[in-house]
């Protein structure tokens, strides 16, 4: 069975490129450009990973992240914070997030950063 991972991004360039590289990395890929859908997707989809952008309108990616760290059944699936806030990592890791990915990113740190966390 594949991977699952669910994405979170407003910009829908990003969103694009992110899902098609991971789609083709064999990952069962869900995007969503909007932030009040992240945890009813968590709940019915199940990722093995979860990448979020940092700024997006609504709950922020760190908040999200806290959410679902703190969730029961979700607590232990990693997650990736997007962010253009490079000098800001402390801050972003305090969420509780597995690994940070600065934009702009490159696409084999984000497959090699997937593939780490999720193997």
């Known amino acids: 069975m594949l991977k699952r991972i669910l994405v979170l991004d407003d910009n829908q360039d990003i969103l694009d490129i992110v899902h098609e590289t991971l789609t083709y990395e064999n990952f069962e890929v869900k995007s969503t450009g909007e932030s ?26 760190g908040e999200l992240c806290r959410a679902i760290k703190s969730h029961p059944k979700f607590n232990n699936v990693p997650v990736i914070i997007f962010s253009a806030y490079i000098n800001h990592e402390s801050d972003l890791f305090a969420y509780g997030c597995d690994a940070i990915i600065d934009k702009p990113f490159d696409l084999t740190e984000l497959v090699d950063k997937v593939n780490n966390l999720i193997s």
């Open 36 to 61: 009040d859908n992240v945890m009813p997707l968590v709940e019915a989809f199940e990722p093995d990973l979860v990448i979020l952008d940092y700024r997006v309108a609504g709950q922020n990616g």
